[in-house]
């Protein structure tokens, strides 16, 4: 049997009684559907000119994508201050893109959050090439997008799991798993909704990534066309952002208890 002096008591009653508040506090944190709210944002249209997507090979003056976002079409779109939630953080951000496009394959889409973090929705799907804008690994899907039928991205665990999602890089494949010809429409005989792509060279795809962080600010679509001919334009896309708020009297609790047991913890190695 330990002896126990008072001091060992305190510790290990303030240690009980943060062990008891911290459960308390991760149940109500583990609960992010209560309280949570959803906000919906959608960028201005843009006209056929203003939206569209450089294809490599235009002429002189034209920038070829080269993995990098400075060298892509982008449209960015402002998630204002909203006071009510100025300190709720993302729990999940869904996208749908409204755009044409002629030939699928061509494309990487990627989106940056308000904090800089960027995620690959798409990367040239049905190629294997490389995230850098050069035009190897094979020609991707030959399907075209419509305004018709915007594509959501999305990686929400919430949503239908059964079956999962499937991820953008099996964009231009229909339910059988067979390549929708040239003139197909995405989203039209196949599904509209898919997960960012897993294939990106650059290994940010998703969207769960965003989770955590502030929604306020800059959001920024990206696209690239990485193969000369077939070409396309942006119209419009939507963000749909689910915001928790901070679990305030957890973390607060949880910060005290560790000042409490360190505070406790030094002390008693000073008097050894
Ligand atoms: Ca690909
Ligand atoms: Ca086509
Ligand atoms: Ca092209």
Sequence with gaps: MFNVGSGEKKLIGAAALCVV????GTIAVSQPAQGSVILTYNSTPLSEAAGAIHDPFLGPGSVDYNGTTATMFDDVMVVALDPTYATWVIA??????????????????????????????????????PDNGSNSGGAGYSANLIYDYPITYSDD??????PPLPSAE????????????????????NGDWYQPDKDTAAGEGLLSAFDGQLAWGD???????????DDGHLRQWS????????????????????????TRHNGRRRRV
Excluded at 157 to 162: E, F, K, S
Excluded at 170 to 189: M, T, Y
Excluded at 219 to 229: N, R, V
Aim: net charge negative; hydrophobic share 50%; aromatic share 4%.
């Design 239 to 262: 963000l749909r952002i689910e915001l928790v708020p901070i679990p305030e009297p957890a973390t607060i609790v949880l910060l005290l208890c560790g000042g409490v047991m360190m």
């Design 170 to 189: 099996d964009i231009g494949l229909d339910g059988l798993g067979v390549s929708l010809a040239s003139d197909d429409v995405v989203g039209q005989s």
């Design 219 to 229: 959001w920024t679509l990206y696209l690239a066309d990485s193969a000369a001919f």
């Design 21 to 24: 508040v911290v459960l308390f």
């Design 157 to 162: 665990p919430a949503l239908p799991a059964d």
């Design 92 to 129: 999940n951000v869904i996208v749908e893109i409204t755009m044409e496009h002629s030939f699928i394959g061509d494309l990487t889409i990627k989106l940056e959050s308000a904090v800089g973090t960027v995620v690959t929705l798409v990367n040239r799907p049905g190629s294997g090439g």
